[in-house]
């Protein structure tokens, strides 16, 4: 969720604080602030807000320092304000912090009795003020470690203090944090997306790991205190992927570059010339008897449409599970069990905290994740990529169709490996996957009659989505997509529940759009429609030719490529998509930094 950007320079650093700042607002952050050393004394200006009031701060103020550290917060413990932004500060020592420390309450109190005084409510302010009391007796480093000894929670950090003019420190557990490594200059960032500005070699800080950088120099520390070496990995970081281009926002952006992202995943995939479809990194299914997916939101809702797939296609048992629930149940795991975690960041805590349990249980774990260098890719037996490059806006969108993509194409994999379907049939959906990306784009094409209906949706106060199959979970993510970005209440459902509960909400003000493309379900999904029409209700159908020929009468419908059912959901995630983004748009609302929200949620 928040970003950090540190920064040991050779020339005046706060303008380069800043762009990183502004690379990482897809994160989420409801304050700003940077922090740089002055003639030995560490200087901080912070706001509450977006990045534009810290920087109308710094036009009164500037930081005319060579070495600082930057932050965008999403609050956690304390209100959105100027004393609990970040960089927090104490006696010596001003740091910045992602994460959650569990215990803080307990060390507050300790620190109190030592006549310690606090002037912000959040966590990290603890952190500080642990830190400074060690610095009493220990060097910058021994003091950090002896203070990353008494947290317990998650963090990633960065560290200024007064006097060490030419030194930041660093350190990781449970958040991600990364080295870069320039020309007589050294970098700390939140990811690689951080330092991407200033240099595209990265190494990346392992589980529990700290560090001391200065300008030439990484000195990396494990949890035990052992002085390490991180591998030094050149990145591919091109400033364009994360441009808006011609778009008005990253969004919309991002649902136009899914023909790309879902071609060049499922590239990974597939080897058109032989239609063969390959699970990555040797896995095999011969060696399951079962598949647990966990994973969160929207990734959820790519696991639920899999779940079908490998049902269907590789008759392989599928359970699929939200993360924040899943260890906590005490879930009945078989040792043939594939845990499978879908995540676009790698760093989602609920769903790491659940592959690591899977992992404690003796199961092969994989994930399904969209930066290959993630602690979620490090941990798992098996990575299996997507490729969507980075995704800036908070609601995901080439994110999601890639991993329905590479979900998709190993639902096919596992089918051949577990002999369930024949050389010739397996050829058969490796070309109807090479059929996506053009379907995809196809699919992008029906923006104009969706924004046609923008105005009257955004008048709505409730908003229903049907579907059937797997069409049910898009459903879900329709509604999850509306809600985030418009503000207006939206519920999913499978539409044969229709009439057992939420028919009571239809009437004459309660728009209800049903996915519903032509397949061996359409005609009960006919049935569902006519149950709304006859209460009143605004039916939007999104369907193909075929589907428009049999819509009821009264609804509106958008018309949309023709497919197979199984690329149905990849076809039409792209419509619902676009249909909140001008919601959002006609509402007025900040479409890709929404209220409250978070790109990458890295606490519980």
């Not at 281009?245 to 919309?252: A, Q, S, V």
């Not at 696991?303 to 392989?316: K, P």
């Not at 004459?508 to 149950?531: C, G, H, Q, R, Y």
Request: proline content about 5%; aromatic content about 6%; some cysteine.
């Amino acid at each position: 969720m928040c970003g950090i950007i540190g920064i040991v320079g050779t020339k005046p650093v706060q303008d380069r604080l800043i762009d990183s700042l502004k690379r990482l607002e897809y994160r989420g952050y409801d304050s700003a602030g940077v922090a740089g050393v002055v003639d030995g004394q560490v200087e901080r200006r912070r706001a509450q807000g977006k990045i534009r009031a810290l920087e109308e701060v710094l036009a009164g103020e500037p930081l005319n320092a060579s070495v600082g550290i930057g932050h965008t917060r999403w609050a956690t413990h304390g209100a959105p304000s100027v004393r609990n932004a970040h960089p927090q500060h104490a006696g010596r020592v001003t740091l910045v912090h992602n994460g959650i420390i569990e215990n803080y309450a307990e060390l507050k109190e300790a620190l109190k009795a030592k006549g310690r005084v606090f002037e912000s409510d959040t966590d990290t302010e603890v952190i500080a003020q642990l830190l400074d009391e060690e610095l009493k007796t220990k060097p910058p480093i021994e003091a950090l470690k002896a203070t990353l000894d008494q947290l317990t929670g998650a963090y990633a950090l960065a560290v200024l203090i007064d006097g060490e003019e030419q030194l930041i420190m660093g350190a990781r557990r449970g958040s991600p944090l990364v080295v870069g490594f320039g020309d007589g200059e050294m970098f700390l960032g939140s990811d690689a997306l951080a330092v991407g500005p200033f240099t595209n070699r990265i190494a990346y800080l392992d589980e529990g790991d700290y560090v001391a950088i200065d300008h030439n120099t990484a000195r990396i520390f494990d949890e035990t205190g052992q002085a390490v070496n991180r591998p030094v990995r050149t990145v591919a970081a091109s400033a364009a992927l994360v441009e808006k281009g011609n778009y008005r926002h990253f969004m919309e952006k991002e649902i136009h570059d899914q023909p790309d992202a879902c071609q060049h995943t499922l590239s990974a995939y597939i080897d058109p010339t032989t239609g063969h479809v390959h699970a990555p990194n040797g896995l095999d299914f011969t060696k399951f008897d079962r598949v647990q997916i966990v994973a969160c939101g929207t990734a959820s809702y790519a696991g639920a449409i899999a779940r079908y797939f490998f049902e269907r296609l590789a008759g392989l048992p599928c359970d699929v599970e939200v993360a924040s629930e899943f260890r906590y149940r005490q879930p009945a795991v078989t040792p043939n069990t594939l845990a499978v975690a879908v995540s676009q960041s790698g760093e989602t805590a609920d769903t790491l905290a659940a592959l690591r349990w899977c992992k404690s249980q003796g199961l092969t774990t994989a994930a399904v994740v969209n930066v290959h260098e993630s602690t979620m890719a490090r941990e798992a037996d098996v990575v299996l990529p997507t490729h969507a490059g980075p995704e800036i806006g908070v609601a995901s969108t080439k994110a999601f169709t890639s991993q329905v993509a590479a979900l998709t194409a190993l639902a096919v994999a596992a089918a051949a490996a577990r002999m369930r379907i024949d050389k010739a049939e397996e050829a058969h959906y490796t070309r109807l996957l090479l059929e996506a990306p053009r379907l995809i784009a196809e699919a992008t094409q029906m923006e104009d009659e969706i924004r046609a209906l923008a105005p009257e949706l955004a008048r709505a106060r409730d908003v229903l989505y049907l579907g059937r199959g797997a069409m049910f979970p898009l459903a879900l993510e329709g509604a999850l997509k509306l809600k985030e970005i418009s503000y207006i209440h939206a519920e999913g459902y499978a539409a044969g529940e229709l009439k057992h509960g939420p028919i009571a909400l239809i009437d004459e003000s309660t728009p209800v759009i049903v996915i519903a493309p032509s397949d061996s379900l359409f005609e009960k999904t006919i049935s569902n429609m006519s149950e709304v029409a006859a209460r009143g209700g605004k039916v939007i159908l999104i369907t193909d030719a075929e589907g428009a020929r049999n819509a009821p009468k009264d609804a509106k419908v958008i018309v949309g490529p023709s497919c197979d059912p199984i690329l149905a959901p990849l076809v039409y995630a792209p419509p619902i998509q676009l249909m909140a983004y001008y919601v959002a748009v006609q509402k007025g609302a900040d479409v890709d930094q929404p209220r409250n929200l978070a790109k990458s949620v890295t606490v519980e």
